[in-house]
T-cell receptor
Framework: SQQGEEDPQALSIQEGENATMNCSYKTSINNLQWYRQNSGRGLVHLILIRSNEREKHSGRLRVTLDTSKKSSSLLITASRAADTASYFCATDASYSGAGSYQLTFGKGTKLSVIP | EAEVAQSPRYKITEKSQAVAFWCDPISGHATLYWYRQILGQGPELLVQFQDESVVDDSQLPKDRFSAERLKGVDSTLKIQPAELGDSAMYLC??????????????FGPGTRLTVL
């Protein structure tokens, strides 16, 4: 089952604009991660935010986390055509043994950046 | 830069046939994951290995799927017999340690399976 749900399902913007994607989840987490997937490829880790953090930056990416609302947002500033991809949030709510947590991915937001 | 290797990249098979996928994780990564991703969905975990041991295979359809990581390095995922509903992308990922608070996973390019 998928814990995180991204919103919107699809987003189309012009190059240079900002893109905001949201993720909601259901149970308590240790951390939340965002991944990017280019069409037909594997996923690439973008950023991880711990449950005791509220905001984190990495280059043009800004992630916020609100544990009281069980939600996170990913902001991509000054978007580029190369940012066109699907973006997934992943939470680690499920413990899978041996000190490891199972990552549960949402369905993703498909971002299209138009040159 | 070290990468997770997977082969084949694409596989077309007929239902009831057997298929196998191979994954070579980043050197030194103790934890290996197999995911299935249906088109338009996020990846769903099938099986997780810690070295050569299975940590979690609760989502693996064991009547037809099997996975092994005999020497704790590379891994093989097998489906026998394949069914139409198995058409999906099969992703392999690895991580350095089984961490509770930090678990960045590195993904391979995936194997796109089409069952006819």
């Amino acid at each position: 089952s998928q814990q995180g749900e991204e919103d919107p399902q699809a987003l189309s913007i012009q190059e240079g604009e900002n893109a905001t994607m949201n993720c909601s989840y259901k149970t308590s987490i240790n951390n939340l991660q965002w991944y990017r997937q280019n069409s037909g490829r594997g996923l690439v880790h973008l950023i991880l935010i711990r449950s005791n953090e509220r905001e984190k930056h990495s280059g043009r990416l800004r992630v916020t986390l609100d544990t009281s609302k069980k939600s996170s947002s990913l902001l991509i500033t000054a978007s580029r055509a190369a940012d066109t991809a699907s973006y997934f949030c992943a939470t680690d709510a499920s413990y899978s043994g041996a000190g490891s947590y199972q990552l549960t991915f949402g369905k993703g937001t498909k971002l299209s950046v138009i040159p | 830069e070290a990468e997770v290797a997977q082969s084949p990249r694409y596989k077309i098979t007929e239902k009831s046939q057997a298929v196998a996928f191979w994954c070579d994780p980043i050197s030194g990564h103790a934890t290996l994951y197999w995911y299935r991703q249906i088109l338009g969905q996020g990846p769903e975990l099938l099986v997780q290995f810690q070295d050569e041991s299975v940590v979690d295979d609760s989502q693996l359809p064991k009547d037809r799927f099997s996975a092994e990581r005999l020497k704790g390095v590379d891994s093989t995922l097998k489906i026998q017999p394949a069914e139409l509903g198995d058409s999906a992308m099969y992703l392999c990922a690895s991580s350095l340690v089984p961490a509770g608070a930090y678990n960045e996973q590195f993904f391979g390019p995936g194997t796109r399976l089409t069952v006819l």
